[in-house]
């Protein structure tokens, strides 16, 4: 993942000096004077091109990487699956069970008892692993599989009210499946 984080931010370089220079060019350039009716056939001939590179480019682009998202994955690697109603209330979430065994694929049914609040699932070292809105009277599902075993946390991601920092609940991913999940 890093190798990929790492490319992008090099063509991300690329693109921006790129763009920069076509600045500097464009600058360096303003004080000449052409006349403008043979200049523009040329440059609507080129714009033609560039649109039309843009498109091809953008449809590969878009075939290439949608390929690669995570939601695919989501729903399909495992046999093993639990729905979890999850209702945040000020300050607390409320969980119909709080443990699953990894491997299980959970769709979490997040709604709200009283005001928004924002449902995010971190992992042990706080890196946020999946999030979604909980709203009063409307239900939001987020699936997200657990493939390490480890204490999780469920905390709050919009600001709620007095004690919104808080609002913190513990998720155990086991190893194996335990009773209480059966
Ligand atoms: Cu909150």
Redesign the pocket.
């Known amino acids: 993942m890093n190798e990929i984080q790492d490319s992008v931010f090099i063509l991300s370089l690329v693109l921006m000096a790129m763009v920069l220079s076509a600045f500097i060019f464009v600058a360096l350039k303003s004080a000449h004077k052409e006349d403008y009716a043979r200049v523009q056939p040329n440059a609507y001939r080129l714009r033609r091109i560039l649109f039309g590179v843009i498109v091809v480019g953008g449809i590969f682009a878009t075939i290439g990487t949608t390929r690669s998202l995570p939601y695919d994955v989501q729903h399909n690697r495992n046999a093993q699956q639990a729905a979890i109603n999850v209702e945040?209330k000020?300050?607390y979430w409320g969980l119909s069970q709080d443990s699953v065994a990894k491997d299980t694929e959970v769709t979490f049914n997040v709604s709200s008892g009283d005001?928004n609040?924002?449902f995010g699932i971190y992992d042990s070292d706080l890196r946020l692993l999946a999030q979604t809105q909980a709203m009063p009277g409307y239900t939001n599902k987020l699936v997200h599989t657990f493939d390490r075993p480890g204490n999780y946390q469920l905390?709050?991601?919009?600001?709620?009210?007095l004690v919104?920092?808080g609002?913190i609940a513990n998720f155990t991913v086991t190893e194996t499946v335990t009773h209480s999940e059966l």
Do not use: D
């Open positions: 945040g000020q300050w005001v609040h924002g905390m709050c991601l919009e600001y709620c009210g919104h920092h609002m």
